[in-house]
């Protein structure tokens, strides 16, 4: 089982940048696509940004796209999500996942205890 930890969220002013990080611990980083969502109050979990199972493609939710970019350190566990020109919208908890899929095509999802962004107008 792998533990996640996000952080790098805080209140920000529309416009600005954040880079959240999400450190993995306890199995194979490099095993698990790795991705973001967030969760805005009210509203139900959406998909952010992640990794192919295979670490080599990338893919974005059309809300952010263009503004967003997702990368991985392998080396120290632990992937990132910078976002740019930070709109009020944006403001929710961003949760780090982590999915393993087994060889019977078996879905383990693990995920973080989530950082708050706030961004205000």
């Known amino acids: 089982q792998v533990q996640l930890v996000e952080s790098g969220g805080g209140l920000v002013q529309a416009g600005g940048s954040l880079r959240l990080s999400c450190a993995a611990s306890g199995r194979t980083f490099s095993n698990y696509a790795m991705g973001w969502f967030r969760q805005a109050p009210g509203k139900e979990r959406e998909f952010v940004a992640g990794f192919s199972s295979s670490g080599g493609t990338t893919s974005y939710a059309d809300s952010v796209k263009g503004r967003v970019t997702i990368s991985r350190d392998n080396a120290k566990n632990t992937v990132y999500l910078l976002i740019d020109r930070l709109k009020p919208e944006d403001t929710a908890v961003y949760y780090c996942?982590?999915?393993?899929?087994?060889?019977?095509?078996?879905?383990?999802?693990?995920w973080g205890q989530g950082t708050q962004v706030t961004v205000s107008s």
């Open positions: 996942r982590a999915r393993l899929i087994t060889t019977t095509a078996t879905a383990y999802d693990y």
